[in-house]
């Protein structure tokens, strides 16, 4: 119960961050699209190194192999992962801004794969009131930075043409994996620990891949560069606030 909670409260503070999309009415000026898209690529590689890539390499020092290790091989699968849809997406639709768009989402989501499995581990590791406020806190931390990544997906989409309800549902759904993966990780602690360096730091490779070929490139200039500034700042204060 207390891991369906959790986990359950990291997927509502998505759709919260998701919902901010129908703060803007109407189609707003470039100069704000690349604010946007400027703020997305700095909430996403703030999460990449705080959320993901230090965790991975914290896990990875319990482990047998060299610290860098699984987080070098984790990246470069990651990176390589999202290049891969990339060449195969243009297959599938021609429209630029729907593989953009998708690239965006896959990443987002992949990053929050292993951040639902923590918090799932966290509850399943709980033995007395002591560990079950941390797991809590945990789930805390984790739902309060997801507020910027649903807003990082809704808000570049709503400019993108995009509607509003749709680029709503589409941050909110990228959330969704994290009470699926947290509840089965619950169900199989014991083999999940050993994996977390690994899916951490594919999704950090993810992420990473998407901020350099899609969202930079479209957010260059001083508004643009703003945008990746306060997304980057907001980020890392909520990962190292919130621990």
Known sequence: MWGAAGTGFTFALTALGAATVFLFAGELPRRWEQVMLGFAAGVMTAASVWSLLLPALARAAEGALPVWMPCAIGLTAGMV???GLDI????LHRQETWRRNTLLMAAITLHNVPEGMAVGLAFALARDSASLAAASALALGIGIQNFP???AISLPMGQQGV???????????????????G?????????AEGWMPWLLSFAAGAMLYVVVAELVPQAKG?????GFGVGFLIMMVLD????
């Open 81 to 83: 992962f999202l290049s």
């Open 88 to 91: 195969l997406l243009p297959r």
């Open 149 to 151: 990544e649903g807003a």
């Open 163 to 181: 509607g509003r309800g749709r680029a709503f549902l589409y941050g909110a759904a990228s959330g969704v994996v994290e009470p699926i993966f």
């Open 183 to 191: 509840m089965a990780v619950l169900l199989c602690a014991a083999g």
């Open 222 to 226: 001083l508004a643009g560069t703003a």
């Open 240 to 243: 190292v606030a919130l621990g």
